[in-house]
């Protein structure tokens, strides 16, 4: 597994213009993503939708238990245990399993696609969840197994909790 993370590392860092677009990806991705869901919500507000109090509620809640979870589990990053340098500006120690960004990604587009009046944006929001989580791993801040279990997190989040309120 460690050459795995060393070679793929090594391979984007040789490539500048590939890393380049990669953090631009992340960057991207994460702020469209995360400015998706207030806005949904001022929408969901402005509207007086009953969908606002769960569209609030499962998400934050979901983003707690995990980082409660992620707290006790405190993994390392592939930057901890090999010797590699993250290709995104991180130094966060440990914390690795499951991504929080992928997790948070996956509740929002859970929440557009149950409660927003254009369901199609969950599923544009789920296909840049895949993207940024393939592109965590890529640059070096997560594993494989921590990006898939954000996503797994982030479904169960969206069936369970919305099921359950």
Do not use: Q
């Amino acid at each position: 597994m460690e050459l795995f993370y060393v070679s793929m590392v090594e391979w984007f860092a040789a490539h500048k213009k590939i890393t380049a677009v990669i953090r631009w990806m992340n960057k991207i991705v994460t702020i469209l993503v995360m400015l998706s869901y207030p806005a949904l919500l001022i929408y969901l507000l402005i509207t007086k939708s009953s969908l606002l109090y769960r569209a609030i509620v499962v998400p934050l809640d979901g983003f707690i238990i995990l980082s409660v979870f992620r707290y006790f589990v405190n993994r390392k990053r592939p930057y901890e245990l090999y010797e590699i340098k993250p290709l995104i500006e991180k130094d966060t120690k440990g914390k690795s399993f499951p991504s929080r960004h992928v997790f948070s990604a996956v509740a929002i587009a859970a929440t557009f696609w149950l409660w927003s009046p254009f369901p199609v944006l969950g599923v544009v929001i789920a296909a840049l969840s895949v993207l940024l989580a393939a592109v965590r791993v890529m640059m070096g801040v997560h594993f494989i197994s921590d990006v898939c279990a954000g996503i797994i997190c982030g479904v169960a989040c969206g069936l369970i909790g919305y099921v359950l309120l």
